[in-house]
């Protein structure tokens, strides 16, 4: 089956550091792709490649085998269905929490300028509509209590959530989350590990997650694949990369924990 993202020979150098040194990755349509490897292994590198926000030096990227993602922006890339959060978090903090999930749904609106500065039927509908998802996607966050609360005085593990919900409010396919797990306790993060599922579910989402928590990497993810200085070094399902002994040495240290 045609894979919905592949990445191949992926590339990028900053000044004199190799960030990417050719990375190859596929994720099927479905799948929960768990993305592992040390500080600085270029995983937040390649979300950037992915999304638009940097531009690889060589390689090629494809959504569906067949369109290539390389060269466009990252609005271009969001109205193709792939969504992200961030590992620092960037929200708006000066909007309130339901207005960041409808910044999220910008790109999936059909009004044009002239509807939006005239307040046409088709705007007010439309805006209705948004608003309506953005609430449900609050709640499918557990946020929905806060919707009216500006984002920056939410607690921090409810700043990750709101970042979920709003990359979901854009309608993406493929949903890459960048440790959303730091910060978080034991108990928020078993909630996370549900509520990814729960996701993948309910909105037919495929996840390439990066995350440092081996917990949650083992639980929830069909396939592993890991970095190591800019290349991917493994793959395999979580069983076969927790014995990898190259993954042993590269990432999980004598100890098997994260540094
Ligand atoms: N904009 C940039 N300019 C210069 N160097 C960069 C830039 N972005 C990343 N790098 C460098 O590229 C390498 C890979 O960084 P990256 O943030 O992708 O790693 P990472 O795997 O996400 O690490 P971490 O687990 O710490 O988040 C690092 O050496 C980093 O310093
Ligand atoms: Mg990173």
């Given at each position: 089956m045609t894979p919905l993202l592949q990445v191949r020979g992926l590339k990028k150098t900053f000044g004199g550091i190799q960030a990417l040194d050719g990375v190859d990755l596929q994720i099927a349509s479905g799948e929960i792709k768990a993305l592992i490897g040390p500080n600085g292994a270029g995983k937040t590198t390649l979300f950037n490649c992915l999304t638009g926000m940097t531009r690889p030096s060589e390689g090629q990227i494809f959504l569906d085998g067949a369109t290539p993602l390389k060269?466009?922006?990252?609005?271009?890339?969001?109205?193709?269905?792939?969504?992200?959060?961030?590992?620092?978090?960037?929200?708006?903090?000066?909007?309130?929490?339901?207005?960041?999930?409808?910044?999220?749904?910008?790109?999936?609106?059909?009004?044009?300028?002239?509807?939006?500065?005239?307040?046409?039927?088709?705007?007010?509908?439309?805006?209705?509509?948004?608003?309506?998802?953005?609430?449900?996607?609050?709640?499918?966050?557990?946020?929905?209590?806060?919707?009216?609360?500006?984002?920056?005085?939410?607690?921090?593990?409810?700043?990750?959530?709101?970042?979920?919900?709003?990359?979901?409010?854009?309608?993406?396919?493929?949903?890459?989350?960048?440790?959303?797990?730091?910060?978080?306790?034991?108990?928020?993060?078993?909630?996370?590990?549900?509520?990814?599922?729960?996701?993948?579910?309910?909105?037919?989402l495929s996840f390439l997650l990066i995350e440092h928590d081996m917990k949650l990497v083992m639980k929830i993810s069909d396939s592993v694949i890991v970095m190591d200085r800019g290349r991917s070094i493994a793959g395999g399902s979580p069983e076969e990369i927790r014995k990898n002994p190259a993954v042993i040495t590269a990432y999980l240290g004598a100890e098997g924990g994260h540094a």
């Open positions: 060269g466009l922006l990252p609005h271009q890339i969001t109205k193709l269905g792939l969504a992200r959060t961030f590992q620092n978090i960037r929200l708006f903090d000066s909007l309130t929490v339901i207005e960041n999930v409808m910044v999220g749904a910008h790109c999936r609106f059909k009004a044009n300028f002239l509807d939006a500065f005239f307040h046409t039927r088709r705007h007010l509908a439309e805006e209705k509509e948004i608003k309506e998802k953005a609430y449900y996607f609050l709640e499918v966050m557990g946020l929905l209590q806060q919707a009216l609360n500006s984002a920056k005085n939410l607690a921090y593990a409810d700043q990750r959530r709101l970042e979920i919900a709003r990359a979901l409010a854009s309608e993406p396919r493929l949903l890459l989350l960048d440790e959303p797990a730091a910060g978080m306790n034991a108990a928020e993060t078993a909630e996370l590990d549900q509520l990814i599922v729960r996701l993948k579910e309910e909105f037919s």
